[in-house]
């Protein structure tokens, strides 16, 4: 049996292993905004953090001082945010539907976003009014109410809402489909392809006043309900005789899911693998207990996506890659080492 020291120290342990992951986000954050075409030194990073954030008076060039501020440091914190609410949403997931392969895409959430996305840049529909954020966030709510009804219709259960889920995903992909095989130009499908993949080179900073409150406030309210998590890893009716009000629980956190994966690709796109990747490595260095995994996915989610991006910037001279295609080349093989270790079930 292995000990995990998260789970058997004491709160000084774990008040120690908190302060580490937080300065290990710190620390890929600051990478994150040092990387890239102009190379701008560590330390001139935090330099410029303490000046804005601080209201220090650290000698900084202009030029590098709005590279920091106007570009990177807002795309570091989406990711982070990203990242962490994508992974958070997968724990939920798998223990909602007591399946190890659940994640939020596994709700047509996606696939609805990336409809609502080009029926906007591409179809023309909004006259011009919403942005292509607006029309992926209204595509990712009409997907998740879709897959709602249609799993309620059939009776609901976990089973059955994975294969709703499935069942929707494919409905707004060949939508999707449809509009751009019909209706965009070589530019245009160029252009909505690299989003569908991952992009976070248009973030700004009104997109983080978006992405951290839903985040943060999306983390607090599961938070609260990590017993009731606990509960339903041993199903429905343990859950049920253990006082759990269980219909409310469930289209609670449904709905916290829905809106965090939602906000999330409306704003970046589609990322695959964080959210199934993510929670079972939190869950082998933590052990199954919501209140410890919940925050461990939070963490490691956010580390992993600014990680990504990282990597989708120079991992190939002067081209930028789409972030979902890098976290699809490590969350696969991750993925396939978690599975061959994990001896034991959720």
């Known amino acids: 049996m292995i000990r995990h020291p998260f789970l058997h120290g004491g709160w000084g342990l774990r008040a120690v292993l908190a302060a580490l992951s937080v300065a290990m986000l710190v620390l890929a954050m600051g990478f994150a905004v040092s990387i890239g ?10 330099k410029a953090v303490s000046n804005g954030l601080l209201g220090t008076d650290f000698a900084i060039s202009r030029i590098q001082e709005g590279v920091i501020w106007d570009y990177r440091l807002s795309r570091a914190v989406v990711a982070a945010c990203c990242g962490g609410a994508l992974a958070l949403s ?23 976003a990336s409809t609502g996305a ?59 489909s449809t509009i751009v095989t019909t209706s965009a130009n070589a530019e245009q499908a160029r252009g909505v392809m690299f989003w569908l993949l991952g992009n976070l080179g248009g973030v ?29 890893t ?31 690709v409306s704003i970046v796109g589609s990322i695959g693998f964080v959210g199934l990747v993510i929670p079972h490595a939190a869950r082998f260095l933590v052990g199954p207990g919501h209140a410890r995994l919940l925050p461990a996915s939070l ?12 990597v989708s ?34």
Do not use: K
């Open 299 to 310: 963490m490691i989610g956010a580390v992993f996506m600014v990680l990504a991006d990282i």
């Open 118 to 176: 080009v029926a906007v840049t591409i179809a023309g529909l909004g006259g011009g009014v919403l942005t292509l954020s607006g029309g992926a966030f209204i595509g990712a709510v009409l997907a998740f109410i879709l897959v709602s009804v249609l799993a309620a219709g059939v009776g609901g259960g976990a089973d059955r809402i994975i294969l709703a889920g499935v069942a929707g995903s494919q409905l707004f992909n060949a939508l999707t």
């Open 234 to 264: 041993f199903g429905v009716d343990a859950a049920a005789a253990l006082g759990i009000p269980v219909n409310r629980v469930r289209v609670v956190l449904f709905g916290l899911t829905a809106a965090m994966t939602a906000t999330m």
């Open 90 to 112: 997968g724990a939920i997931l798998q223990a909602l539907l007591r399946n190890p392969l659940a994640e939020p895409y596994v709700l047509g959430i996606s696939a609805g």
């Open 313 to 346: 910037r120079i991992i190939i001279p002067q081209q930028i890659l789409p972030i979902g295609v890098v976290t699809a080349l490590f969350g696969a093989p991750a993925f396939a080492v978690i599975l061959y270790r994990a001896r034991r079930p959720l």
């Open 37 to 46: 075409e102009m190379e701008i030194p560590l330390g001139t990073t935090f």
């Open 204 to 232: 700004r900073w009104p997109d983080v006043y978006i992405a951290a409150p839903v985040a943060l406030l999306g983390f607090a309210a599961c938070i609260l309900h990590a017993r009731a998590l606990d509960a339903f």
